[in-house]
């Protein structure tokens, strides 16, 4: 039994995605329990180690070589999906290049884990601004994998079925109160209604090492819990650690390869 395969998008080139994933392929705690594939430009990334000093990609293949070594692949790898110009741009700057880009990659990722080739997806960041200027229209990730993953989203009747099942839920609670500490201690998990009911307290409590990911999917998919950070990207100041925490997650979830 083999180490899963793990899909990892490159997120918007402008921002921190890359020196992340450079980050992420040269971590040994990952690495020992997975096998990550960068899906993004290769020359690109090598750019980017130049800019912040980090190592190159050692293993890069095409999407023919993909396509013939996924099932077999045991180290770190990048998926050179080539078209975006690496040279040919300003890092920290977002446009609809650097949007469709992106966007291209998480596509990519999409269709690998449909036709069984990773066994599950994590995605550093994307920036709205880029993806509506490359005219995609989707909100973010979670609406890209719902949708070309076909997944249902069931919101109102969990309640009553999680009790109808024996599943002791609480509820609801006041925002204010609902994650003291007191409270966290007894309680296994959270269901929040809107973004900021979940993502104050949790960046509050865990910003480097939270991890997004998405329900109701045919393959598991997390993702960073941070925006592209185009301040200080490319500058080697970028933490990777949610990455490695998403990759970490997404490889407990996935399945191993027999």
């Not at 023919?64 to 050179?80: F, H, K, N, S, Y």
Request: with cysteine.
């Amino acid at each position: 039994m083999s180490k899963p395969l793990i899909a990892v998008t490159m997120g918007d080139p402008a921002g921190v995605g890359p020196e992340i994933c450079l980050q992420l392929l040269a971590n040994e705690a990952v690495n020992a329990v997975c096998t990550p594939v960068i899906f993004g430009d290769a020359r690109l990334l090598s750019r980017c180690a130049r800019q912040t000093g980090m190592p190159a990609p050692k293993r890069i293949l095409s999407e023919i070589e993909w396509d013939d070594q996924c099932g077999t692949l045991t180290e770190p790898a990048v998926l050179d999906l080539f078209g975006f110009d690496a040279d040919d741009f300003s890092p920290g700057i977002v446009s609809a290049r650097t949007g469709a880009a992106g966007f291209r990659y998480v596509e990519k990722s999409i269709a690998a884990a449909l036709a069984h080739q990773v066994a599950a997806v994590a995605t550093a960041p994307l920036n709205k601004e880029a993806l509506h200027a490359a005219g995609i229209t989707y909100p973010g990730h979670t609406e890209m994998f719902a949708e070309k993953m076909a997944a249902e989203t069931i919101i109102q009747p969990a309640i009553l079925a999680a009790r109808a099942k024996g599943h002791l839920v609480e509820g609801p609670l006041p925002p204010d109160t609902a994650f003291i500490p007191a409270k966290r201690r007894s309680v296994d998990a959270y269901i929040c209604l809107y973004h900021d009911q979940a993502l104050i307290p949790l960046k509050a409590l865990a910003f480097d090492t939270a991890v997004n990911t998405t329900l109701g999917l045919p393959v598991p998919r997390t993702s960073v819990d941070h925006g592209t950070a185009c301040d200080i990207a490319w500058q080697g100041k970028a933490n990777g650690q949610s990455l490695v925490e998403a990759v970490l997650l997404a490889a407990k979830m996935a399945s191993p390869r027999m």
